[in-house]
Structure formats: C-alpha cells, structure tokens
T-cell receptor
C-alpha cells in the first residue's frame, strides 16, 4: 500500500527566504505520481505541482519546485522567495492506481508560517 | 479557468438526519471523487466514480454513504443518517483522465457539522 510521510508538523520562514517542506513516500508500484497541495485557512485545496516517477527533471511551477530524489523516495517541495500569502497547510500526496481507478493518498501535512 | 464548485459551503445538521452534499465537477471531466478531512487531520479518500458507477470505495464509505450523478453536471454525496463523527470538511474532486500525468482538481469543500 502507498504511504506518504510528512515529518514536519510546522515550519517557520522569514518573508523572501526559501523553505523546504519534506515528503517521503513508500510504494511498490514502478509508476507513480506525486503532488503537492496548498490549503489556506479558508479550507480549499489548491494544486501546486506534480512530479511523475519517470520524469527526468524536477518539476517547477513559478516559485515552487520539487526536489525529487527517487532512490531516497523523497519529493520535497521548495518554495522560493516566501510571501506572507504562502502561510498555509501543505499536503504531499501520491497517486494510487488500482484496476483502472485511482485515488490520492495524503500525508498529514505541514503548517507553514511566513513571518514578516 | 474552469473549476469544481460545491454547495453548500457549510451545512449544520442534527444527528440522524440525512444530508446531501452537492458538487459540480469541471465540465469535460470523466472521473469524480469524494474525500473527507476531519478537523486537523489529513485528507482521506472516500469514493471514486466513473461511467455512472463506483470505481473504488474506502472502508469509511459504508452503507450510510451513497453517491449519484443525477444529471450531466451534478455529483452528489448522500449521508443517510449522520453521526457526530461525520463532522468534517468534504471535498469533491474531478479529473479528465486516469493517466500518469493528469491531476485531480478539488472543489472548495463543504464543512459538515453534526450536532
């Protein structure tokens, strides 16, 4: 079964600095996908970035990049130039595919606080 | 940009009552999902739905839960007789295609409070 582990319950960063949010995963599937979602205090889930297991390069989306280390089974999210609006919960998730259907398996999340 | 919508944003109900949570997925999407997030906890998969039938359901999705796509646009989650422990944020998500690169897009959620 797939499992996502986020070991940082909370992280703090100064505005304009970079921060790394950790995510490790466990799966026996050779093909998988990893996602990061942002959940602000208003509650919605906002898709940030995706990394496929066969992607040769680390994914990037604006200020978000994914440090994908396949051998270590880690998919850490790097946010560069943090902004106050980045304060939120961040969830790492893995795609679990079974018999043509799929679901997302989530980690427990990391609460990021950006200080002015 | 197309988005998933959910109504209501907040539902308060008495224990034992039936509730229906509504979702309008992105219009050309084929796969639909419900997830649940109990306050302060991680998001948990409930059910996936494709071609007018359930593809997969979790242990949480017992006989008290049902899903339906009554027309071409709505996707509903019904809880027949709510319990206190059903209090949670319920997210609907949709996706165009099960592939190695496609993404599930989430709605804003419905916060269900069972008293």
């Amino acid at each position: 079964a797939q499992k996502i582990t986020q070991t940082q319950p909370g992280m703090f960063v100064q505005e304009k600095e970079a921060v790394t949010l950790d995510c490790t995963y466990d799966t026996s599937d050779p093909s998988y996908g990893l996602f990061w979602y942002k959940q602000p205090s208003s509650g919605e889930m906002i898709f940030l970035i995706y990394q496929g297991s066969y992607d040769q390069q680390n994914a990037t989306e604006g200020r978000y990049s994914l440090n994908f280390q396949k051998a270590r089974k880690s998919a850490n999210l790097v946010i560069s130039a943090s902004q106050l609006g980045d304060s939120a919960m961040y969830f790492c998730a893995m795609r679990a595919v079974q018999g043509g259907s799929e679901k997302l398996v989530f980690g427990k999340g990391t609460k990021l606080t950006v200080n002015p | 940009e197309p988005e998933v919508t959910q109504t209501p944003s907040h539902q308060v109900t008495q224990m034992g009552q039936e509730v229906i949570l509504r979702c309008v997925p992105i219009s050309n999407h084929l796969y639909f999902y419900w997830y649940r997030q109990i306050l302060g906890q991680k998001v948990e998969f409930l059910v996936s739905f494709y071609n007018n039938e359930i593809s997969e359901k979790s242990e949480i999705f017992d006989d008290q839960f049902s899903v339906e796509r009554p027309d071409g646009s709505n996707f509903t989650l019904k809880i027949r007789s709510t319990k206190l422990e059903d209090s949670a944020m319920y997210f609907c998500a949709s996706m165009w295609l099960v592939s190695s690169t496609d993404t599930q897009y989430f709605g804003p959620g419905t916060r269900l409070t069972v008293l």
